[in-house]
């Protein structure tokens, strides 16, 4: 199971978000988001468990739990949303969506 985890300080290091949820089970991958550009941490990351049943222990458990003195924010990863090209291609044509008369 894929778990959103955010809302921790930016120096939190993955090794820090798996030691805090192999307290609750196995853990297959811990993603911490970087900035494309500056590579800094977004503070947010994303962390698979195999096991279900133990991914919901760590949830309940987890959020709102303090770590590094903010409340930690944990809850099931909900599918990535397919984005659009930008501002002005809603509509996929190349006049950015606007009528032409």
Same mark, same amino acid.
């Given at each position: %199971?894929?778990?959103? *985890? =955010?809302?921790?300080?930016? /120096?939190?290091?993955? !090794?820090?978000?798996?030691? +805090?949820?192999? =307290?609750?089970? +196995?853990? /297959?991958?811990?993603? *911490? ?11 947010? $990351?994303?962390?698979? %468990?195999?096991?279900?049943?133990? +991914?919901? $222990? =760590?949830?309940?458990?987890? !959020? ?9 924010? *944990?809850?099931? =990863? ?12 809603? /509509? ?10």
């Amino acid at each position: %199971m894929n778990i959103y *985890v =955010a809302n921790f300080p930016h /120096s939190t290091t993955e !090794d820090e978000l798996r030691e +805090a949820f192999e =307290a609750y089970g +196995a853990v /297959s991958t811990v993603s *911490v988001i970087k900035d494309k550009f500056t590579g800094q941490p977004r503070g947010f $990351a994303f962390v698979e %468990m195999p096991t279900k049943v133990e +991914a919901k $222990a =760590a949830i309940e458990q987890l !959020d709102g739990r303090d770590l590094g003195g903010r409340p930690l924010t *944990v809850n099931e =990863a909900r599918p990535r949303e397919e984005r659009s090209g930008g501002p002005g291609n809603r /509509s996929g044509g190349r006049n950015g969506g606007r009528r032409s008369f």
